[in-house]
């Protein structure tokens, strides 16, 4: 593997790290941006793997996937649409995120969840 998609798998891993921690000290929003950084990661590992050169400066994951050639399925993309929302939301809101709002931990370890399957699924496809 690549000294490139190496770094990216180890901090998509970090990310995804970060997450578990996240949501054990009851962080939830944090939880899910996480996930969504973790899931940015693993595609640009992906992206740099199949074309050799760094990955654009993008953060959909819809489009890292198609970029990726990784074709996702609709559990996927409305996974992917979610977090995309709250990769936007926890970066760029003009309000402060209320805590208790609308993500709790059930919410945040379902998405967790899913996320560590998806990243698993990702992870796989590298070399």
């Not at 953060?59 to 979610?82: N, P, S, Y």
């Not at 402060?96 to 796989?124: D, F, H, M, S, Y």
């Amino acid at each position: 593997m690549d000294e490139d998609v190496r770094n990216w798998v180890a901090i998509s891993e970090y990310d995804l790290g970060t997450a578990e921690d996240m949501l054990a000290v009851g962080r939830y929003v944090y939880v899910l941006f996480a996930c969504q950084q973790a899931l940015e990661k693993i595609l640009k590992a992906l992206i740099t793997q199949c074309s050799g050169e760094m990955p654009p400066r993008i953060h959909d994951l819809i489009e890292l996937a198609v970029r990726a050639d990784v074709e996702i399925d609709d559990e996927h993309e409305r996974l992917f649409r979610a977090l995309n929302l709250y990769y936007i939301e926890t970066r760029y809101s003009s309000k402060l995120i209320e805590p208790g709002g609308q993500v709790n931990e059930e919410l945040a370890g379902e998405v967790l969840e899913k996320t560590r399957e998806v990243w698993q699924w990702l992870r796989a496809k590298l070399q």
